[in-house]
């Protein structure tokens, strides 16, 4: 059959395990098809990614990754083929639903690339295993157990310790290490819950061996190649995307790499791979004995992570495979001249190392086999110091002080940080392997001292020189003795990327970078992006006349400033980055595209900031820049509580609180000082019970374009955490506008802002203004179906064609909603704050908000619609709304001490009914950690859908009652 | 110490290894790993070797271990090369390590550098093909290298048998000519019950040609139109019809016998990452590459078996009259992928069959 249209499923909102990786995946494979002359069609929730860009496919459904919604976009737009391999484990199971359900056979689409068969037999722990004894492939001792009794007894088979793997999951979900019975006993019912086939693997726990991962492509003729191999620094235990990696592989002698290269091939061929898989090993550091761990049937992190480090686009290489190309056929990315099969070579050395968040969570971290970074940096270098070296300067991490042996000894993260205290102290390397099982050879080099000054340009070519590179993706080194490109005199931009994802910088701002290099094609010469996030598109090569894979920071822009000379340099789509950056950079003589670097201080600096809102006559809540305590207590005796507080200079809410009375504002001024960075605190009024909206916006000087958001919590919930649609109330948008307007001209703002109000009594108040993309710039831009950063470009550049303040017309409502990720962060508390604390979002249209809300909701995982009993209990009286409008459809309990209404059950109770699977979906709001917490624990652990807000709750039920599951239907 | 090119390049580096100056062709290999086995690589031998790879030594150098007599973790007895160029190595680590990679080259009488870039020494290859060069003590000793000229037959004198060494005791026997053959290629013989009888190409072979049921054309260093000058039995044992087996040097050599054009290539092939193509077979394979000549045309009566995919270079061929294939590139690996290893078969099955 000839394939001419191809529905592509992405893989919905960022989470834990699932970021942006898979949009530069589905990116490649939307890329692909195009060069093919195929139609094609992108299925994904995630409002905030290049893919569901109305200019990467042909057409794009904003829905959640469900199979009933899938089905009617086939049955819609009748393709021929599907590709699921693109969209990480959520597509996977979407499109193993849609398989089962006959869904694909009905609509007669092929899967194309890998069959489901060879999916199922990768994916199920029990078939993976009797495959690899079938083609004497050696696997670890291990049993497969289907229920919690099974699971002791099958340890007591194995033997102590062991390890727990989980089927179909993600980033090791649900999984752990156990080494007593207790453990299992303790931790199965939570793996159970994370498998979409209820099957658990216990497998002997090899402590301290080497984890190796190997990238291996192969074509439907069967010709197969290992495009990297990945060592993680980190041993057996620690989930891969918790690791440090390095690649090429640095420790195997030619042996050992040469027999897991043709064991991992042996996979691919069992599983009759047709594109990408990746598969891991586990090598004993004491001999050659190996063991196949798993494989990942599909892209994934490291797939990305192996791209951008080799310069060998596995994704895009894929997906032409899945089309039924040869590898033979396919020409080599980089060189132009060669061919896609053979093998990168590496004249470099990458690393990787993630990112966590705990601190935002108030929870210590340990690792485990299950993944918790939020994001992730690649670094290039000529030798590992450098590499890591440079590492260190990206992560930008908060990393607690802590006893360095004492933190090795619980794993840690960061452990690198504790290694080189710990030899500083005296320990040796070899004790320091011995606590951590991270190899001696990269403790001796990490704590190396390397003394270079050199600054050289070098490509990556994946030849190692062999060949000429037709590419400009290029990195710097300490060791270069000569530049590999020449600089020639033209219009140049270069453009700061965001860095490695944390929360509150996510794929949004990688949007926002892709479609700024796009739109500044126009109006220079040569347009470079300066990034290191391995995940996303603007560190795909080809987006860019020239990438630098290095660190954003003032002296390596400066070295590069040096040879390139930039006409301008792009800070605004770079975060927190690039907003620090700003100024510095003009300090500098460096030329900031748009708004001014002085005006950008101005606005980030609330005490500026404010004189201008007074002398422009603009409402803003109460508010004090506080030095001292003295301060602080005249503000409160004029005032009151509640107060919020923070420093300035913040992204995602960092240091920032809701606080009550004189005990809590005590701790706060204790904790915050780590975070301030030498700027005071920022105090102001916190109006109860207020609307919080924004704007995003285009400005000219003058004139602006943009959109106005509403959120649906209060205000008081952190932006990131709210549910947000647009189109909103005129005339408020209205009043809002005008300000806008003021503001645009007080700053001269050319280019993007982003303006936060506070509604009260339908009267704005300006709480904050930030001159650079915001998070919600593609939720803005979509809604009204503009490239808002083409608008920039010409903003920057002259005038718009319109005076005052335009908002495009919406078509549809379109609504965010909030993805987290509280399952990986073990022990937090989830609850809403001004601290963000998502990972990720989801959005829907809907022909009104309702609609909207609740197909947005629905594309955050857990998320499901209720079937019978909900849990409602909670201090706010918005909740008896919520029961009132429920009660009819559902059977509703709640908690004796915060009740609501409907039958009252004890703690005990709850948690039973819970731990049944009984309760479909819970809703509550505020702080009640003291009365709740392991409810609201024991719910995440177990998928149960929370809301933790009740305006959320109130509005939510009332899309439930209107839609229920009609929703799949629209 | 200084690295030389004949060019007039010259870049300041740390000695490591021998205390000792080195003179030789300077040429590059892009395999990240294998260290130990591309230093024992015969068909290196006078050359000096750039590692494109920045680290080198990682895991030091381990004891050697033997087989049948043969070396099962290096392919020869000693390092071949002259010289070794790199950008890092340490002390190595690993259970196994013996020697760290700069007590290896000192043992060995080798010298070699630390420079902090050889990826330029890598373009400037590519760009202007093989040079002459020089790891020297002293600037001025740059006369040495332009003056240099190596004799081809001497190098594969040096790494060919002194005299004639049987590995295993088989039915099956096959005659290795040994220009300086790389343990891997032994090795995967007896992996599949052959006997070798491995000897130099100066030595008499005729009362070994009655017992044997194939012939081996190894691998080795430098030129093939000189070596095909001290050695021009090829065309001559190739009437017994016995199944025959060229590697590298050895498909090269085959290639001259029978007529077809040998020239040497702008900077060779020397990676452990090329795909090839199989033509009879349909599939394509990575394989480790090290061959600085290649056949341009096929001689009569030979068919194509495998060509390189990047650059379309021969390297294979297959008389079915003859008995004879060959390979341009390594089927034993070391270092290197394992996917052309089925060719050992093939061989091994030709051998068990005749007659």
Known sequence: MEIKKVLVLGSGPIKIAEAAEFDYSANQALKALREEGIESIILSSNVATIQTDRSIADNVYLLPLDYRFAERVIEKEMPNGIMIGFGGQTALN????????????KFNVEVLGTSIEGIRNALSRFKFKELMKKYNIPIPPSAVAKDEKEAIEKAKEVGLPVIIRVSFNLGGRGSFIARTYDDIEKNVKRAFAQSKTKEILIEKYLEHWKELEYEIVRDKDGNAASIACLENLDPMGTHTGDSVVVTPAQTLDNQEYQEMRQAAIKVAEAINLVGECNVQFALDPNSKQFYVIETNPRMSRSSALASKATGYPLAYISAKLALGKRLYEIINDVSKKTYAFFEPSLDYIVMKFPIWNFEKFGVKGYLSSEMKSIGEVMS?????????????????????????????????????????????????????????GVDEFFLSEIVKKEKKNNFAIKQIDTLAGEWPASVNYLYTTKYGLEDDISFEKKRKLLILGAGGFRIGTSVEFDYSTVLLAKAAKKYFDEVSIINHNPETVSTDWNEVDKLYLEVIDLETIEKLNKKESFDYIATFTSGQIGNDLAIKLENKGMKLLGTRGINIERAENRETFSKALESLNIKQPPFVTARNKEEIDKFINEYGFPLIIRPSHILSGLGMFIINNREELKRYLKKAAFFSRGYPVVISKYIENADEAEIDGIGDGNNSIGVTIKHIEEAGVH???????????????????????????????????????????????????????????PFSSKS????????AMKGIFSKFEFDGFFEPEHKLYLVKSPQFSWLQIKNAYPYLSPEMKSTGESGAFGKEMHEALLKSWLGVQPNRLPKNKILIYGKNNLLKEVYEILKNKFYILSLDELYINGDSLSKKEVLSEINNGNVDLIITDGYLKNIDYRIRRRAIDLNIPIVLNARLGLELSKAINKYGDSIFNI | MYLYLEDGTIIEGISIGADKEAIGEVVFTTAMNGYVESLTDPSYKGQILVFTHPHIGNYGI?????????LSNFESEHIQVSGVVINNTNNGFKYNKLYSLSEWLKEENIPGIVIDDTRLIVKKIRDNGVMKGGLLKKESSKE???????????????????????????????????FGVKHGIIRELIRRNLEVIRISYKMNFEKYINEVNGIVYSNGPGDPEIVSKYFDKIKELSEYKMPTFGICLGHQLIGIAFNGIVKKMKFGHRAINKGVFDVINEKAIITTHNHGYAIEKLPEGFKLWFYSIDDKVIEGMINNDLNIITTQFHPEAGPGPLDANYIFDIFANMVEKWR
Do not use: C
């Not at chain 1, 979407?94 to 056979?105: Q, R, S, T």
């Not at chain 1, 794993?411 to 392997?433: Q, T, V």
């Not at chain 2, 081809?152 to 099956?172: A, F």
């Open chain 1, 94 to 105: 979407v499109g193993i639903d849609l398989y089962d359900k006959g869904i694909l056979e």
């Open chain 1, 380 to 436: 290039i270098g000529r030798s590992i110091k450098e590499a890591f070296e440079k590492g260190q300067k990206m992560i930008r991490a908060y990393i607690p002080k802590e006893n360095s042996i004492k933190a090795l000894k619980e794993n840690r993260p960061y452990w690198y940080h504790y290694a080189i205290n710990a030899y500083k102290k005296g320990y040796s390397l070899k004790e320091i392997a011995n606590i951590i």
């Open chain 1, 719 to 777: 932006s990131g955490d709210s549910t947000m649609y647009t189109p909103i109330e005129k005339e408020i948008s209205d009043k809002m506008k005008e300000i806008a307007l003021k503001i645009v001209n007080e700053f001269e703002i050319k280019g993007p802002y982003n303006l936060q109000f506070i509604i009260k009594d339908k009267e704005p108040y300006v709480i904050e203004l930030n001159l650079r993309t915001s998070r919600s710039f």
């Open chain 1, 784 to 791: 009204i179906n503009t490239n808002l950063m083409e608008y």
């Open chain 2, 62 to 70: 381990p004891k050697k271990e033997y087989i049948n007599n043969v």
């Open chain 2, 144 to 178: 040495l290298v332009d003056n240099f000229n190596y004799s081809n037959i001497e190098l594969i004198n040096e790494v060919s048998p002194k005299e004639i060494i049987i590995h295993g005791n088989n039915r099956y026997k096959v005659l290795l000519f040994d």
